[in-house]
């Protein structure tokens, strides 16, 4: 199980079944987030943990599906893993995977290297391994429901006909109890094939507004990550999320 733990001095670590090549050993070592230390906590003597997060976007793998509607789970993680310094480098469970922290909280950030419908065959064995548990799942996924480049981030949900979702769900033991970022995308215009239009790319206008959104997602996903979910907000925390990532 991922773990951090609060202290001067910061080591990295990595589950046994990560197998790097020496060269990229060296290289990961030199980075400066924390998986894990030993030291206590100077106030009170006392280790500090923190449980990990696993940060998981969906989308399809390949240059054929680059910069399209339903990937653009995959471009937050991207954004997410730059924004923070995690390198992915390592395929486990068939996802791109990359370990690092924001703050001192240890996150797995994940890319499904399966299609779209079989996301779920990587999400449920990730979980499993590093022993994260649902509230710490946070799936980033695009909404037809949301209009293109809006944000809503929710505490639990169902899979609102995205196969993605509906993969992942039945891999977690049939639970929705997990967070969601999600990316709105619009609906497809007049009569146009729902699937030709989510592997259609953004138009220019369409663009700027994912961009700005996936930036907005960034710190959406620190101040979760840092401090989780207001729950005194209760079932307001959707509403505020939506207006305050609207670009």
């Not at 950030?109 to 799942?137: D, T």
């Not at 999600?182 to 994912?210: H, W």
């Not at 907005?216 to 079932?235: H, I, K, P, Y």
Request: glycine share 10%; net charge positive.
């Amino acid at each position: 199980m991922l773990h951090a733990i609060s202290s001067p001095t910061f080591c990295t670590s990595y589950p046994r079944s990560f197998h790097y090549p020496c060269s990229m050993r060296k290289q990961l070592m030199r980075t400066r987030f924390l998986v894990k230390s030993s030291l206590p906590d100077n106030s009170n003597g006392v280790k500090v943990e923190y449980t990990p997060w696993l940060i998981v976007g969906l989308g399809n793998p390949g240059n054929k599906y680059h910069g399209t509607r339903h990937n653009v789970g995959f471009e937050m993680i991207d954004r997410i893993s730059q924004a923070e310094g995690v390198l992915m480098n390592t395929i486990q469970s068939k996802a791109l995977i990359g370990i690092g922290s924001i703050g001192q909280v240890p996150i797995l950030v994940a890319k499904p290297q399966a299609y779209m419908n079989f996301s779920g065959e990587s999400v449920g064995p990730l979980a499993a391994h590093y022993q994260v548990p649902l509230r710490h799942i946070l799936l980033v996924y695009d909404e037809m429901s949301l209009p293109n480049g809006v944000l809503r981030v929710q505490p639990k949900g169902g899979h609102g006909y995205h196969n993605g979702v509906k993969s992942v769900i039945g891999h977690l033991e049939g639970s929705r109890e997990f967070p969601r970022l999600c990316i709105g995308i619009g609906n497809p215009p007049g009569t146009m094939d729902m699937k030709a239009y989510l592997l259609q790319k953004f138009s220019p206008v369409e663009r700027k507004q994912i961009d700005s959104a996936l930036e907005q997602g960034v710190e959406a996903v620190r101040t979760l990550v840092l401090q989780g979910f207001d729950q005194s907000a209760g079932g307001c925390q959707k509403t505020s999320f939506e207006e305050t990532l609207s670009p």
